[in-house]
């Protein structure tokens, strides 16, 4: 298996941190970042970067616009999530409309997966 960190994505995942989505920001400033479990954004795992890592759960969250809902994200988004489960990590994947709509809910869920993996 390749190893799981790639340095050479470094740059261009301090740049997503930079210009993130509405959605992630949200996501971050309003939950994760003072979230009690760490979550990193922007990490970098082998060859792709994830929206959001939480190295002591395990888990990667993907926040996901429409393109991801089209025949090609989706079978882009298996296979990656197929080679991040690899690492023995667990993928869980948000619409960006549920951000947009249903906040409180989605960290809800969060919340509760992490408490049933984190104790």
């Not at 799981?4 to 994505?9: G, H, P, Q, V, W």
């Not at 080679?83 to 869980?92: A, K, N």
Request: glycine share 2%; net charge positive; aromatic share 14%.
């Amino acid at each position: 298996m390749e190893r799981k960190y790639n340095k050479n994505l470094i740059a261009n995942a301090k740049s997503l941190r930079k210009n993130m989505t509405k959605e992630e920001r949200h996501l971050w400033y309003d939950f994760l970042r003072s979230y009690p479990v760490k979550f990193r954004r922007q990490a970098v795992i082998n060859k792709y970067i994830a929206d959001f890592y939480c190295p002591e759960a395990k888990l990667i969250i993907e926040l996901d616009g429409s393109q991801h809902f089209e025949d090609k994200g989706v079978e882009y988004d298996e296979k990656r999530t197929e080679f991040i489960e690899q690492y023995g990590l667990t993928v869980i994947r948000i619409a960006n409309n549920m951000i947009n709509k249903q906040f409180k809910e989605v960290c809800e869920y969060i919340d509760n997966y992490i408490k049933q993996i984190v104790s």
